[in-house]
């Protein structure tokens, strides 16, 4: 499993000393975005940050949008990967083993302002996720990790808005639990044990199931009823 967070893989194309100044650039953006906000973040202060010229983030990124974007991007790759190495078709859950790397709270802080901000890229953001672990789900059924659903795309969405919402509301998960999901010095064990008792077990007995299963099946929708 990885020890420290990876940079933004470098274009092979590109000369290695200016994919080196994009990757500093990344994930000082990345960092900063995280903790005050894009609107409260000028490029001099990302500039300090990453050690290189205000002018060099004009040249690769154009503006703050085009940043913006670029940190998107760099932390939807971060979570895949991150997820494809410590278990591939393992966990469904978007953010998977990002919540047990203290190292990666950088990314965990960017999504968590980031997800609140009213935005089609936002939503472009959340939408990649959800095709990320939509695509694991026929090989962690065949692994035998997960059980077969009539409607994997829309069991993985409810999954990724409950994972993301955690996220957004992290302050009151550890005003409730005392789990830090941004900033602990380990794991947050109570929030991991929680989440997998009730994706693994579930809270209902099989009987229960079966019949709140036959209740929704049988209960017509809005569009049905009118």
């Not at 998977?96 to 302002?113: I, T």
Request: charge should be negative.
């Amino acid at each position: 499993m990885p020890t420290t967070p990876h940079p933004p893989r470098p274009d092979p194309a590109e000369d290695p000393q200016a994919s080196a100044g994009k990757s500093r650039i990344l994930q000082a953006a990345t960092e900063l975005f995280g903790e005050r906000g894009s609107s409260a973040t000028s490029f001099k202060r990302i500039a300090n940050r990453a050690g290189v010229a205000p002018a060099l983030i004009v040249h690769h990124y154009g503006s703050k949008e085009g940043l913006q974007l670029a940190c998107d991007q760099y932390v939807v790759d971060t979570v895949h990967r991150v997820k494809t190495e410590a278990a591939p078709g393992g966990s469904l859950d978007p953010l998977g083993p990002l919540w047990e790397f203290k190292q990666y709270g950088p990314v965990m802080r960017y999504l968590a302002r980031r997800l609140g901000e009213d935005s089609e890229h936002v939503n472009d953001l959340v939408d990649s996720m959800v095709d990320d672990a939509t695509q694991r789900t026929g090989e962690a059924e065949k692994m035998g990790i997960i059980r077969h659903s009539d409607d994997p795309r829309t069991m993985i969405a409810v999954l990724t808005v409950w994972s993301l919402g955690a996220l957004v509301m992290h302050g009151h998960l550890e005003r409730l639990i005392g789990e830090d999901l941004l900033g602990g010095s380990g794991p947050p064990l109570s929030y991991l044990r929680a989440a997998t008792e009730i994706l693994g077990e579930g809270i209902l007995t099989p009987e229960a199931y079966q019949a709140v299963r036959a209740d929704i099946a049988n209960t017509p929708t809005e569009r049905e009823s009118r």
